[in-house]
């Protein structure tokens, strides 16, 4: 076992478990979380297996093939959060309209001052 495999290791294997632990959110992130992680302590513990499955998909080395999947799961967690915000928004824009609609003071009996007949006497 290489040096930084000793790192390495523990390191996934505790992210993967407070992952597993933590994520009751939407079945897709905890997905991509989940297999991303899986996917790192994987080639983590087989350090050739990246460039055997790189070679057998037809790309050259294994490295190719981790930041690929990394570009990969850092396009799909981007999409996710945007996605997230765009929910909050829309619940935050209802929130502020509820609360505009209750604190809003009924209005006075009869017409605004401006909008007064004209003076007669003028």
Request: with cysteine.
């Given at each position: ?5 000793w ?16 994520l009751?959110?939407?079945a897709?992130?905890?997905a ?19 460039t055997?499955?790189?070679?057998r ?6 490295v ?18 945007y996605?997230r ?7 935050f ?11 809003a ?6 017409p ?11």
């Amino acid at each position: 076992m290489k040096p930084i495999q000793w790192v390495l290791i523990p390191v996934l294997a505790g992210l993967l478990l407070l992952f597993y632990r933590r994520l009751r959110g939407h079945a897709a992130v905890r997905a991509v979380t989940l297999l991303s992680t899986g996917t790192a302590l994987l080639f983590t513990l087989f350090l050739d297996s990246s460039t055997w499955l790189a070679n057998r998909l037809g790309i050259g080395r294994g490295v190719d093939l981790v930041t690929y999947l990394a570009l990969l799961a850092l396009m799909v967690s981007c999409v996710l959060l945007y996605l997230r915000l765009v929910r909050m928004e829309a619940r935050f824009a209802e929130y502020v309209r509820r609360q505009a609609v209750e604190a809003a003071e009924p209005p006075e009996a009869g017409p605004p001052a401006d909008m007064a007949p004209p003076d007669p006497a003028r």
